[in-house]
């Protein structure tokens, strides 16, 4: 008894008298998370008094069809959505009995970097890569939208002005280079430079006026570029119709698609 009394916590040399109270003190951190013995009730050794749940481990179960379960293989992952936020989670292992209720198959996953709020018991959506994987191109879920009837990703504009104006760099140093042979022939430095102000002075007018067109086309600095999409991850999205190291516009895709659709609301005014 008095081993007993010590693994409780209690001192026996200090009780003198009956007591109705003292500290139990549970086996593992947590926190209560339903009381089973009801108020003065009388409990043996065996009788459980509560439940504990330690909120540093979060679990999912997965209801899913039979032959989708039987596809769930170690290396699967899940991405659980909560109150618009998404947990990854990894598979943990296949429960060996079906709900009688749903008649699915129950995959039980362990949610990674869960924070102490979630729900006991609570029903969510979650999203599992099954079987046979491939290689694809992955955007962000918020990149994608509507535009004209289909699914796109808005790019950035390529404008052929960027080539031309290297070609025109080019030539210029060519330019430079035979201005340079000429200065060295006595007799024609005064015709030199007159053919140098002339072409300055043409290639002036040339850069206002791609500078200008270079304007117009910024108005709109990005094209949108149709997507297929194969399938939803948690956060992100795999598609077809984009390259691999090709960059997107991930925030604010709804003012580029305004931007667009008043550019083309424009071009219709003129």
Do not use: C
């Not at 959506?125 to 699914?151: C, H, R």
């Not at 430095?189 to 053919?195: G, I």
């Amino acid at each position: 008894m008095s081993s007993q009394l010590k693994s409780l916590g209690i001192n026996p040399d200090d009780l003198k008298s009956a007591t109705d109270q003292f500290v139990l003190y549970a086996h593992a951190d947590g926190v209560v998370g339903e009381i089973l013995a009801p108020l003065h009730s009388n409990v043996n050794a065996q009788t459980p008094l509560m439940t504990l749940v330690d909120q540093r481990d979060y679990y999912a179960v997965a209801y899913l069809a039979v032959d989708d379960a039987m596809q769930v293989s170690k290396e699967a992952k899940g991405w659980l959505k909560v109150a618009n936020k998404v947990y990854p989670s990894h598979f943990v292992h296949l429960l060996p009995s079906i709900d009688e209720e749903t008649q699915r198959a129950k995959v039980l996953f362990q949610i990674e970097k869960s924070p102490s709020s979630l729900l006991l018991g609570s029903f969510a959506e979650m999203d599992i890569s099954l079987a046979p994987y491939q290689n694809a191109v992955m955007v962000k879920k918020s990149a994608l939208t509507l535009f004209q009837g289909d699914w796109v990703v808005f790019v950035e504009t390529k404008h052929e002005e960027d080539e031309h104006d290297d070609d025109e760099a080019n030539e210029h140093d060519g330019h430079d280079h035979d201005a340079h042979k000429e200065d060295e022939h006595d007799g024609h430095d005064h015709d030199t430079h007159k053919e140098d102000d002339h072409d300055a002075h043409e290639k002036e007018d040339n850069d206002e006026g791609e500078h200008e067109d270079h304007d117009e086309d910024e108005e709109v600095p990005y094209m949108p570029k149709v997507v297929n999409i194969i399938a939803y991850t948690g956060e992100y999205v795999a598609v077809e119709g984009i390259e691999a190291d090709e960059e997107y516009v991930s925030e604010g895709v709804y003012f580029v698609k305004s931007m667009m659709l008043k550019s083309s609301l424009g071009e219709h005014g003129h």
